[in-house]
């Protein structure tokens, strides 16, 4: 693995106990939800990283090359570990679809920086079935929701773009470009769209009827309705629009079609080649969640032989930061179950014992080791929200007992001691 660059590097904020229990319970949702459809967590290697980025440039996959490295080269850290999920599947012989994911930290480029970020990829592998595809927008959707997170998935197909776009008369060497320009036509402008088109050699008129075409809204079956009457001379197009049909109507079996919009300005990456989608928080629809879609050339490049897949990319950070930002509460939470409150040295060794039994049944117990007076350490506990206290006094440990009190409920109840264990 290459070394990187300290300068370059942009490490996240530090993360404190109060972060950890939300990262712990995002992870905890994306295990379960994916467990509960069949998916297996699986740990790709970086080491190849290099040999795939090398592959994929010759193929002219250029969005997984993501760093300019010393001397203007392409560093071997891919976009997301999906590369490495479908990569380590040929290394293996096991029935198709294989359903796998993997959890990790990625380094991203974003504004000339390179950012650590945690990640999740999950692919289907295997199958060319828009039902696999369905799975994925369900299970972001289940993850997303228990969150308190609202998602809208924007729903592309990138097959489709690039046979509409070769159909209006635009060259098929830059048929990529072209959809770069157009995904981006809101954010530039229509002068600065017209403009970039000019360079291409692609005339003013093409490009209205095409951004009229992007303007379409309204419900998903009336733009495919659309799309039928408008191309209906092409079978090429009219394969791909019945595709997305089939796509559309699965969603509405599962009874998540409320939570998607087509959109044809969704075209993914150079990477993609079918049915793309990009998930948003439907209140801040800035900040990108996870997005996915179709790969099955690159599934085919990096197996060495036919493997229709898809992939789903989740940006964990982005569902911390929302569920900072809407100040969502935890589900889960680490808390202390009783604390040990030692009275004074002596009595400290029994608060060693007694933490230990109390820790083999799996509880969560901390002793005090900061010597503070017991008054100070019921104080300290009842800070933390901490349910309950063992008090451990120098003369209750002479007559063999030690007091648990519980502060809610204001009860004391007395625990025996025999030897070096818990009557």
């Given at each position: 693995m290459i070394i990187l660059p300290e300068q370059n590097i942009d490490i996240s904020k530090n993360v404190y106990p109060a972060d950890i229990i939300k990262i712990k319970w995002i992870y905890k949702n994306i295990r379960d939800t994916l467990n509960s459809i069949g998916f297996k967590e699986v740990e790709p290697t970086s080491k190849n990283s290099k040999d795939l980025t090398e592959i994929l440039q010759k193929e002219g996959v250029e969005d997984l090359c993501l760093i300019n490295y010393e001397n203007n080269k392409k560093d071997s850290f891919v976009y997301d570990t999906s590369t490495n999920i479908i990569e380590m599947s040929k290394e293996v012989r096991l029935p198709k679809p294989m359903r796998w994911y993997a959890i990790s930290k990625i380094y991203r480029k974003e504004q000339n920086k390179l950012k650590n970020k945690r990640s999740c990829s999950a692919c289907i592998m295997g199958s060319k079935d828009v039902f696999a595809d369905s799975e994925q927008i369900y299970a972001i959707l289940n993850i997303l929701t228990p969150l308190g997170i609202e998602p809208v998935v924007h729903i592309g197909h990138r097959e489709l773009m690039s046979e509409i776009l070769k159909y209006m008369g635009i060259e098929e060497n830059v048929?990529?470009?072209?959809?770069?320009?157009?995904?981006?036509?809101?954010?530039?402008?229509?002068?600065?769209?017209?403009?970039?088109?000019?360079?291409?050699?692609?005339?003013?008129?093409?490009?209205?009827?095409?951004?009229?075409?992007?303007?379409?809204?309204?419900?998903?079956?009336?733009?495919?309705?659309?799309?039928?009457?408008?191309?209906n001379d092409n079978d090429e197009i009219s394969i791909l629009i019945e595709e997305l049909n089939l796509f559309i109507d699965e969603l509405d079996n599962y009874n998540i079609l409320r939570f998607c919009k087509l959109d044809l300005k969704i075209i993914g990456t150079t990477y993609n080649d079918g049915i793309v989608f990009e998930v948003y928080d439907i209140k801040n629809n800035k900040f990108q969640i996870a997005s996915g879609g179709r790969v099955n050339m690159l599934a085919e490049l990096l197996s060495n032989n036919e493997m229709p897949s898809t992939a789903l990319n989740i940006d964990v950070d982005m569902i911390y930061n929302l569920i900072e930002k809407k100040k969502i509460v935890t589900k889960i939470e680490q808390t202390i179950d009783i604390y040990v409150a030692p009275e004074s040295l002596n009595s400290r060794r029994n608060a060693i014992m007694i933490a230990k039994q109390f820790r083999k049944k799996k509880g969560i117990v901390e002793i005090d080791i900061s010597g503070r007076s017991l008054d100070k350490q019921i104080l300290h506990a009842k800070k933390l929200k901490i349910p309950k206290i063992i008090i451990i006094r120098d003369d209750d440990l002479k007559n063999g007992f030690v007091i648990m009190e519980d502060f809610k409920t204001k009860e004391n109840t007395k625990i025996i001691l025999k030897g070096k264990t818990i009557k």
């Open positions: 048929i990529d470009q072209a959809l770069t320009i157009f995904k981006d036509s809101k954010i530039d402008g229509i002068q600065a769209t017209f403009k970039k088109f000019n360079l291409l050699g692609v005339e003013k008129i093409i490009v209205t009827e095409i951004l009229n075409l992007l303007k379409f809204e309204g419900l998903s079956k009336d733009l495919i309705n659309h799309l039928k009457n408008t191309f």
